[in-house]
């Protein structure tokens, strides 16, 4: 089993930054990666974000690419979100991810991830 804690959101202004920190434990060590998800009120629950555990390399979807970054710490079991340049239409509940399934690149569907976080809102106004 893998637990995850997400934190660090707030409301901000359109053009702000802010930094999502998730907080893994348990057997991180079956991890492959992990992904930050968000979802807004009665939306599907979108992918942002992916980073391989063992080689940190990074996926994003292309709304945010150039914005944010995700990075990953493994000897602290953390995963991070920067968020720059946020906009009203990232306003959402982040959700961090954690997928066992060992493959070329991440996935970027919720249904294949086996762990995730209670979820941390994100509001941007405008």
């Known amino acids: 089993q893998v637990q995850l804690v997400e934190s660090g959101g707030g409301s901000v202004q359109a053009g702000g930054s802010l930094k999502l920190s998730c907080a893994a434990s348990g057997r991180t060590f079956s991890v492959y990666a992990m992904a930050w998800f968000r979802q807004a009120p009665g939306k599907e629950r979108d992918f942002v974000a992916a980073?391989?555990?063992?080689?940190?390399?990074?996926y994003y979807t292309d709304s945010v690419k150039g914005r944010f970054t995700i990075s990953r710490d493994n000897a602290k079991n953390m995963v991070y979100l920067q968020m720059n340049s946020l906009k009203p239409e990232d306003t959402a509940v982040y959700y961090c991810a954690a997928d066992r399934t060992l493959s070329l690149v991440p996935a970027v569907g919720p249904q294949d991830y086996d762990y995730w976080g209670q979820g941390t809102q994100v509001t941007v106004s405008s």
């Open positions: 980073v391989t555990w063992s080689g940190g390399t990074a």
